[in-house]
């Protein structure tokens, strides 16, 4: 699910789920949470590169996996997904998420984790949550806000729609907008100018600027947690998981 290679200083990690366009499930939760506290303890590791397989960064998370879940279980995978986020965020280098496609709700959150993203052209960004009767239950909700501004963040979690590069980077989700084949030629050279740079300095640069964005932020992903499982109590979210993975048309939305 992982394929990891390193570089000299430079670490590339990519999901590898290509034949289901990388979705998130709770196995590749845990292998991502084990390999950022693996990558941690690397102290040669100046950079790491962050992309998805194939013609996805990451679509999503695994709708199959997630239609029956509990309310107790939905929190709890809600759960496992901070806790494997919050420990890619927390790497003590630069992260550099090359987003090469879909990157849509866990994706989207996913690319979220990274200190910088760049994006093919041929990327897509959205957190299409409440078209299945759910909230983003992976950070979305607290790194959106703090990331791009109130109306576009709000616009994005309440709409669902799916933007372009080119509105991501309008919004500043993105740094910069790259042609498809140039992605990981474009993502290396900044990682490469990164790690040409005072390591010890690059470290404390990331710590001082995480210092304030991560502020509250574990109330915020306990808050959303809760709010996440909450959902899969309501015949809506029943509904809709049930129509995406059986691939037939949702009925309306009741609003229980």
Request: proline letters at 4%; hydrophobic letters at 45%; glycine letters at 8%.
């Amino acid at each position: 699910m992982l394929l990891y290679e390193k570089n000299n200083h430079i670490g590339v990690l990519t999901i590898n789920r290509p034949e289901a366009l990388n979705a998130i499930n709770s196995e590749l939760l845990h292998r991502l949470h084990d390999m950022a506290k693996e990558l941690s303890a690397d102290t040669s590791l100046r950079c790491l590169i962050l992309t998805g397989a194939g013609k996805a960064f990451v679509a999503g998370a695994d709708i199959a996996e997630m239609r029956n879940l509990s309310k107790a279980e939905a929190v709890e995978f809600a759960q496992l997904g901070h806790g494997a986020f919050e420990a890619l965020e927390s790497l003590p280098f630069p992260v550099i998420a090359a987003v090469n496609g879909y990157a849509l709700g866990g994706g989207c959150e996913l690319s979220l984790c990274a200190d910088i993203r760049i994006a093919s052209e041929r990327a897509r960004f959205g957190q299409p949550e409440v078209g299945l009767g759910i909230t983003p239950g992976f950070g979305g909700n607290p790194r959106l806000i703090r990331t791009l501004n109130r109306a576009d963040a709000m616009e994005l979690v309440f709409t669902g729609r799916v933007i372009n590069a080119d509105e991501a980077l309008r919004m500043g989700l993105v740094s910069r907008v790259v042609p498809a084949e140039r992605l990981m030629d474009e993502a290396m050279a900044l990682a490469g100018a990164i790690a040409a740079n005072a390591p010890i300095a690059v470290r404390a640069a990331k710590a001082a600027l995480h210092s304030r964005y991560t502020r509250f932020l574990r109330d915020d992903l306990d808050k959303e947690s809760e709010l996440f499982g909450s959902c899969f109590e309501t015949a809506d979210q029943r509904m809709a998981m049930t129509a995406f993975v059986e691939k037939q048309p949702k009925s309306e939305f009741i609003g229980e």
